[in-house]
């Protein structure tokens, strides 16, 4: 079934809405909870798909996850937790966790099933590097694709086995010992997996990353009672380290709420921007300062855009953002500001389509091994509405075409993006074609379940209209 959303008669977009809560700290929220020792309550507003899926790895770990959602989540919930979930009557998410600490871990009967996250499949590496039994991970044909020898390198070194660097992949577990790993990477899933299995290593380890990034594991962690520290090099590089839970310590459960997704608001953060006369505000945002890269970009680029509302909540900056419908002009990214928005350059990639002159990304490298080459599908999507682009292995140009008023449909350009089941790039897409024409076609809403099951509704509050088309025509 196609669905076909169209701008307001208005023209413009104007509301204040609330998006799905931050997949990242999810999923760290039930996988630490999962190995901690205590009852945790979590409370998040909508999840995604992804979200599910570390609930399902760590309930056939041996871990007891309560979940209660919403009626608006009930059909993705049951079928991705095979209907051991509630529906409650609130409008967000309640998981409760009951850990056992690490040892209490038991070997899966069938694979571990990541479907399409990485970041489940990855972080659960690092669990289960020091157990005492094998388990296989899975996922679906987009994760088989992605590599995790990034992950297994390591891992290797502090004990752990792995049958080849591609799902589905066998995990032995092992003693552990602590390594002071170099990544060549900024990848807090390295990172993460690194330090979850420095928490059953015998000694010390460290983590050097060339770029800080997003350091939700870090901040969890400590809460949870581990001893970590962070430093910033004098070459600029980034190093964390993490002693060993030793002598019966345990992580002790950690209440959270979860506020929403700097990653999800981006896409209404540029929507606001490009569509005339619009006025947004996203709620509840998380703003950690490894997160933010967006922001900032788009206030370089011209935005009018503000936070309001500062606090912290559970170890968190969170702020309310607004944007107003601006002119945009070309702007310069570097590698380290890639890293803080890493999930955000497809929907940077629109507002760059629309903006005056030339804007250079440079250092994106990692996008082409995400849920699909996002570079590869950008690059697709943009010239599907007239916008050069130009590209490297680490690098994007996107001559801006100067307002949204001169991106125009080219029916005859290949449309090899609509395919790619990649959530972030339906989503830009779908934001593209809104703005360009004041309606955009949307079909691939499994896939937009991923991490925003109710992204075409948040349009809907801000006054947009949508229709479904039964024939999928
Ligand atoms: C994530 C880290 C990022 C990001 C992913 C979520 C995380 O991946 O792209 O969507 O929660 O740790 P890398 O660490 O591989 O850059």
């Known amino acids: 079934m196609n669905r076909a959303l169209s701008l307001p008669s208005s023209g413009e977009l104007s509301g204040e809405i609330e998006v799905p809560a931050d997949k990242s700290i999810v999923h760290r929220s039930v996988m630490f909870n999962a190995v901690a020792e205590g009852t945790a309550r979590v409370e998040i507003p909508i999840l995604g798909r992804d979200n599910f899926a570390t609930i399902r790895v760590m309930r056939q770990l041996g871990v007891e996850v309560e979940v209660e959602v919403p009626q608006a989540l009930a059909s993705i919930a049951e079928a991705e937790l095979e209907g051991r979930c509630s529906v409650g009557g609130r409008s967000g998410c309640v998981v409760k966790i009951i850990g056992h600490g690490f040892e209490a871990l038991r070997g899966p009967d069938g694979k571990l099933d990541c479907g399409n996250s990485g970041t489940t499949a990855r972080l659960v590496c690092g669990v289960l590097a020091g157990t005492d039994f094998s388990s296989t991970l899975d996922g679906d044909s987009s994760l088989r694709k992605r590599p995790f020898g990034r992950i297994s390198v390591p891992l290797s070194k502090m004990g752990a086995k792995f049958s080849g660097e591609t799902l589905p992949l066998e995990v032995t577990?092992?003693?552990?010992?602590?390594?002071?790993?170099?990544?060549?990477?900024?990848?807090?899933?390295?990172?993460?997996?690194?330090?979850?299995?420095?928490?059953?290593?015998?000694?010390?380890?460290?983590?050097?990353?060339?770029?800080?990034?997003?350091?939700?594991?870090?901040?969890?962690?400590?809460?949870?009672?581990?001893?970590?520290?962070?430093?910033?090099?004098?070459?600029?590089?980034?190093?964390?380290?993490?002693e060993p839970l030793l002598g019966g310590k345990q992580l002790r459960a950690l209440d959270l709420k979860v506020p929403s997704d700097i990653s999800q608001a981006g896409f209404f953060l540029v929507a606001g921007l490009l569509i005339p006369s619009s006025r947004v505000t996203l709620k509840n945002i998380c703003f950690n300062p490894t997160r933010s890269g967006l922001f900032h970009i788009l206030r370089r680029m011209g935005a009018a855009i503000e936070t309001s509302n500062e606090r912290v909540l559970c170890g968190e900056d969170v702020v309310d953002i607004t944007v107003e419908s601006s002119q945009l002009r070309g702007v310069h990214v570097d590698p380290g500001e890639v890293v803080s928005c890493i999930d955000e350059i497809p929907i940077l990639c629109v507002a760059a389509a629309a903006a005056k002159g030339t804007s250079r990304i440079e250092g994106i490298g990692e996008l082409r091994v995400k849920e699909s080459d996002r570079a590869a599908m950008i690059e697709s999507l943009l010239r599907c509405y007239g916008v050069k682009v130009r590209s490297g292995i680490q690098h994007l140009e996107v001559s801006g075409v100067g307002g949204v008023?001169?991106?125009?449909?080219?029916?005859?350009?290949?449309?090899?993006?609509?395919?790619?089941?990649?959530?972030?790039?339906?989503?830009?897409?779908?934001?593209?074609?809104?703005?360009?024409?004041?309606?955009?076609?949307?079909?691939?809403?499994?896939?937009?379940?991923?991490?925003?099951?109710n992204f075409l509704d948040c349009f809907q509050e801000l006054g947009c209209e949508l229709a479904s088309d039964e024939a999928g025509a």
Request: glycine share 6%; proline share 4%.
């Open 405 to 453: 008023q001169n991106l125009s449909l080219d029916p005859s350009a290949a449309v090899d993006w609509k395919s790619c089941g990649d959530h972030r790039i339906l989503m830009s897409a779908a934001v593209l074609g809104l703005a360009a024409q004041g309606m955009t076609e949307v079909e691939d809403i499994a896939a937009i379940e991923t991490s925003f099951p």
């Open 173 to 242: 577990g092992s003693a552990l010992k602590g390594i002071d790993y170099i990544s060549p990477i900024a990848s807090a899933q390295v990172k993460s997996a690194i330090l979850l299995a420095g928490l059953r290593a015998s000694s010390s380890t460290s983590v050097r990353e060339p770029f800080l990034s997003r350091d939700h594991t870090e901040r969890m962690l400590r809460a949870m009672g581990a001893e970590i520290s962070q430093k910033m090099l004098p070459s600029g590089e980034w190093l964390v380290k993490i």
